[in-house]
């Protein structure tokens, strides 16, 4: 079974095409700039080279058009035909309280996701515009959703209900959601197969963390809790988004700023985090460089972003009632040694004993960073979005 992976953005369209019999992948990349001037595809061949074509690409229609004809190009392509497509799973941000799971897309599910758009307003539209290119450029292949908030669905009403008057939840669907739930569902899964342990009998902290971030508690194989809310807004630090804050210092802001709605939108999500703070970069990479550098807000920044990690870690602790597994993941939790002994520095208590060398010796692998005598295993599990929309997409096609 050949399934292709979309993930459309806002200006952006990554795509990926797995051979689900062998597992291999065997093509991916990705549009940048759609509607925009200078717009480029940029793939690996089948030699494995690293290509870019620069092209018109005004829509997403027309860029998932285009992908599918490299996708059968005599040169660059790695199937002969369309037909070959046997399935196409998309990623989508929103599902709101509707999706709990994966589904087959129907126009049913594509108007309940048409009543999603207003809880991501830059995102669920151009899923939505994935989903309909596909439909009329490949009109018998079958599609699956894949959702970002669905691995979510298991968190009890105490922790995802907000302190407002009850009227907002009801009318309005003001509560926690939670995102990146594909990762979470995936590096969870995929520690305790590393480990050889029950997946349904863990306690399990995941920490995705890039230039978005979010940590969520995994008990018994499901969500209980995690640390972005409505939006993606809430919970850690991140590269432009400014995370926790006091609800009442948004007023205060907003009037001391003269900003509108619209403009607060903004100023939290684009203007702040790592990047407002530092006036640095979002990038924690040239983060950490400034700080060996001795650049004290680039100090101030990391010390602020690995605490508000290492804090949820311990909350999470306690509402799981202990920790078995705290898995690092994401471009930050893979790739930064930094953060992740931050994170786990003073954490005995919790019977973690970190492993310092181990640590500073590896990016980007499958590994555990904890010492053998550790109860807590510490580990780095690179996440894989796209396999698991993928599988999802078979799973649901041969239930069918």
Not at 240 to 245: E, F, K, L, P, S
Request: proline fraction near 3%; include cysteine.
């Amino acid at each position: 079974m050949k399934t292709l992976v979309l993930n459309c953005g806002s200006s952006s369209i990554k795509y990926k095409l797995f051979d689900m019999a062998s597992g291999e992948v065997m093509a991916q990349g990705g549009i940048e700039r759609v509607g925009l001037e200078d717009s480029f595809l940029k793939f690996t061949d089948k030699n494995e080279e690293k290509v870019t074509l620069e092209k018109s690409i005004p829509n997403h229609e027309e860029g998932i058009a285009f992908i599918l004809r490299i996708l059968t190009d005599q040169k660059y392509g790695c199937i002969k035909s369309y037909n070959e497509i046997d399935a196409v799973g998309h990623r989508v941000v929103h599902g709101g309280e509707k999706f709990a799971s994966s589904v087959l897309i129907t126009q049913e599910v594509i108007d309940m996701l048409v009543e999603c758009t207003e809880f991501a307003p830059l995102h669920n539209p151009a899923n939505l515009e994935g989903i309909r290119a596909i439909d009329k450029i490949l009109p018998d292949t079958p599609q699956v959703g894949v959702f970002d908030t669905a691995f979510h669905q298991s968190i009890p009403d105490y922790a995802y209900l907000y302190a407002f008057p009850y009227d907002v939840y009801e009318k309005y669907g003001v509560r926690r959601y939670g995102f990146h739930g594909t990762s979470h569902r995936y590096v969870s899964n995929r520690a305790c197969e590393i480990l050889g342990v029950p997946y349904e009998q863990q306690r399990i902290i995941t920490a995705h963390i890039g230039n978005g971030g979010s940590v969520t508690a995994v008990k018994n194989g499901k969500s209980i809790d995690t640390s972005m809310g409505m939006t993606p807004t809430e919970g850690l630090i991140m590269g432009t988004r400014c995370g926790d804050v006091d609800a009442g210092a948004l007023p205060y802001i907003m009037r001391k700023k003269n900003l509108d709605a619209e403009g607060l939108s903004d100023y939290i999500n684009k203007k702040s985090g790592v990047a407002g703070f530092s006036e640095i970069s979002s990038d924690m990479r040239d983060i950490e460089r400034a700080m060996f550098a001795g650049n004290p807000r680039a100090i101030q920044i990391l010390n602020m972003y690995n605490y508000r990690i290492k804090k949820y870690v311990g909350a999470y602790s306690a509402a799981l009632g202990g920790l078995d597994i705290l898995v690092f993941t994401g471009g930050v939790g893979e790739n930064q040694w930094v953060t992740r002994a931050e994170v786990c520095k003073d954490m005995e208590y919790l019977g973690l004993i970190f492993d310092e060398e181990k640590n500073k010796s590896e990016r980007g692998r499958e590994v555990v960073i904890s010492k053998p005598e550790s109860k807590v295993k510490v580990m780095v599990v690179p996440t894989d979005e796209e396999y698991m929309i993928a599988y999802d997409t078979r799973v649901i096609l041969e239930d069918k």
